[in-house]
């Protein structure tokens, strides 16, 4: 095999083969393609794209590059995938949810990425959380409790954290073809045998319009279930956040909100609709039913206590969860400027600016604060009278909280005509 080939054959058009995709993944993995003939292959890919058979080769031959867990266990092997947006605090629920459903759910994960927060820096907001754990760990957490949510080790995926660090400084993020292999190859890794994907689409979102998210939706589904992992997505409404919370700490909240029964809404309603296709598409009857009993009934609660003890933090945060969690030093309302009925809602800027209050990393290197963000977030249609208020602060300094509510007041449209709740799940596809 020969990179100069292979990088040749895209540049004109074309999409290698199979053993060539292989080949290459596997010089990702372990140095032999150097990093220049990466950013040539990802520009390539980029440019003139893969096929189905090409992505779907490309896609396992970056979950071959390193580590793929198999399980021997008494259930379906089952997790869910975002593809990011703000105030997405899902898999808190979820992973919990279909363990109390009897299922496992070994949930790798990441951190936060431009506008949109991470589900281990949610977790890590939880005093002695830990989300790194050895593989014999992660495998006796799932046995015992049902679910674990971590990150991927070093062995998991190898050659997509090299192509991904090479994409992030060439300007290859955005190629259909290399963010389903990305997400996937991860994904696969961990042994599913079966995924659920949300693909997101709006103001909060990466992808910006329905008809992107469905071709990327498409992709996703298509390369996993012809890499043998059943799979489905739904496109799901990012025009506003998902919780009315933006933060790490802040999203914790809402989440033991959720699963403790003290309150409702889009985020409940979302995990029950992902959480019940995952498990109609495993064979499983009345799945939509059978999740939103196991939160209703306080066993997804359980379930998210005993993960939570099990990976380092305190045994009671369940029953005392208030008492553990971080509280910003400034908490401050932002008020309406004027009277008017919510018509739209930049979730882009507010998860923007809750990296701008420390909230995320503007480079790889910043320590998040898990205390910061936004809460009490408005909703698309409300009615708000002047001086209401559309948001509440949580900063570290007062200059922090100053800028923030600009940024907020200017995230939030007011008009005169009513604005209807945009419908959360756009379709399912299969």
């Known amino acids: 095999m020969d990179a100069r080939a292979i990088i040749a054959t895209l540049r004109q058009g074309g999409t290698p083969e199979a053993d060539a995709l292989a080949w290459f993944a ?38 071959d590059s390193g580590k793929v867990l198999r399980w021997d266990l008494d259930a379906p092997v089952l997790d869910k995938h975002s593809t990011g947006g703000v105030g997405d605090c899902v898999s808190l629920i979820l992973a919990p949810a279909l363990a109390a459903c009897g299922v496992y759910v070994p949930m790798i994960s ?40 971590v990150s991927a080790s070093a062995d998991i995926a190898p050659a997509d954290k090299r192509l991904y660090a090479i994409r992030d400084v060439t300007a290859t993020v955005e190629s259909l073809d290399l963010i389903t292999a990305s997400i996937l190859s991860k994904k696969l890794a961990a042994g599913l045998q079966g995924l659920v994907l949300d693909v997101k689409c709006g103001s909060g979102a990466f992808m910006k319009s329905a008809d992107d ?15 043998g992992c059943p799979t489905s997505a739904l496109i799901t409404d990012m025009s506003q956040p998902l919780a009315p919370s933006l933060g790490n700490a802040l999203e914790v909240i809402d989440v033991m909100r959720v699963l403790t029964g003290a309150t409702s809404g889009r985020l409940l309603d979302l995990t029950i609709a992902l959480g019940g296709a995952l498990l109609e598409q495993a064979g499983i009857t009345d799945g939509t039913k059978k999740i939103g009993q196991a939160i209703a009934q306080g066993n997804a609660a359980e379930k998210f206590g005993a993960m939570v003890y099990a990976m380092g933090g305190p045994v009671h945060f369940v029953e005392d969860w208030a008492r553990f969690l971080p509280e ?14 919510v018509t739209a809602i930049n979730g882009e800027a507010l998860g923007l600016t809750v990296v701008a209050l420390g909230g995320g990393r503007q480079v790889e290197s910043d320590v998040v604060n898990p205390a910061v963000g936004l809460s009490d977030v408005i909703s698309i249609g409300a009615r708000v009278t002047k001086g209401q208020p559309l948001a509440r602060i949580h900063a570290a300094r007062e200059s922090q909280a100053d800028k923030a509510a600009q940024a907020v007041r200017a995230a939030v449209t007011l008009g005169d005509d009513p604005a209807p709740q945009p419908a959360l799940v756009l379709e399912h596809i299969t």
Not at 213 to 224: F, S
């Open 26 to 63: 596997q010089g990702l993995a372990d140095g032999s393609v150097s990093d220049a003939q990466a950013g040539a292959f990802a520009m390539g890919v980029c440019l003139n794209g893969l096929t189905d058979t090409g992505r779907a080769a490309f896609t396992a031959a970056m979950r």
């Open 110 to 149: 990441g951190r936060g990425l431009g506008h949109t927060g991470g589900t281990l820096d949610k977790l890590e907001s939880i005093p002695g959380f830990r989300t790194t754990l050895t593989e014999d760990q992660f495998r006796q957490v799932v046995s015992k409790v049902g679910c674990a949510i």
């Open 213 to 227: 998210a469905r071709a990327l939706a498409r992709a996703l589904v298509d390369t996993a279930n012809a890499t």
């Open 328 to 341: 910003a030093p400034v908490i401050r309302e932002v008020t309406a400027p004027t009277s008017g009925i």
